[in-house]
């Protein structure tokens, strides 16, 4: 959790870097670090994104002061009731991987991923095509298999006509 939003006891959180945001309302998580006086274990009542930030509403936090106390704190959900889409994967799990489009054929491997507020975008290079930046949305990606490559089908205009000459 990065910071409080309101008086109601709503806090802005954000997911680690490289990880997508999996939180849910109906998930039960656990603050960490721990406190003395406050519940460990609580249920995500509602979750908001506003402008690309995701505002948290928990039961037993419903103040100010109790949301000013989790500040800091992590959530850790069981595996179970973590619900991955088909575009969700970590950094870890993506960096290095091969990236072969439709139409394009080697694009090259994943070096980053940059987190924006509509999507995530894969930074790709050491391609024919040199740095190709691919937004992670279902126009473009259809799923990520746990292994081998990945495939695509980037829309025009991400590489440059001039880049892939007699390619296309």
């Known amino acids: 959790m990065v910071r409080t939003h309101g008086r109601r ?3 802005v959180a954000e997911a680690l870097r490289g990880l997508p945001f999996l939180v849910h309302p109906g998930m039960s998580v656990a603050l960490t670090p721990p406190a003395l006086k406050r519940d460990r274990f609580c249920d995500v009542l509602s979750v908001r994104d506003q402008a690309g930030q ?3 509403e928990f039961s037993s936090i419903d103040s100010l002061t109790d949301a000013e106390g989790i500040v800091g704190c992590y ?5 179970g009731e973590v619900e991955h ?3 969700d ?3 870890d799990e993506l960096r290095g991987r091969e990236v072969v489009d439709d139409r394009f054929g080697s ?3 994943i070096r980053d991923i ?3 507020p509509a999507n995530d975008v894969w930074v790709v290079d050491d391609g024919p095509f040199g740095e190709v930046l ?3 949305i279902e126009d473009a990606v259809d799923s990520i298999p746990e292994t081998g490559a990945l495939r695509t089908h980037i829309m025009d205009g991400l590489i440059s006509s001039d880049a892939f000459g007699s390619k296309a």
């Open 9 to 11: 006891g709503e806090v």
């Open 54 to 56: 995701f505002v948290v």
């Open 75 to 79: 959530m850790l959900a069981r595996e």
């Open 85 to 87: 889409g088909p575009l």
């Open 89 to 91: 994967a970590s950094l």
């Open 107 to 109: 694009l090259g491997r």
């Open 114 to 116: 940059l987190e924006t």
């Open 134 to 136: 691919i937004p992670v």
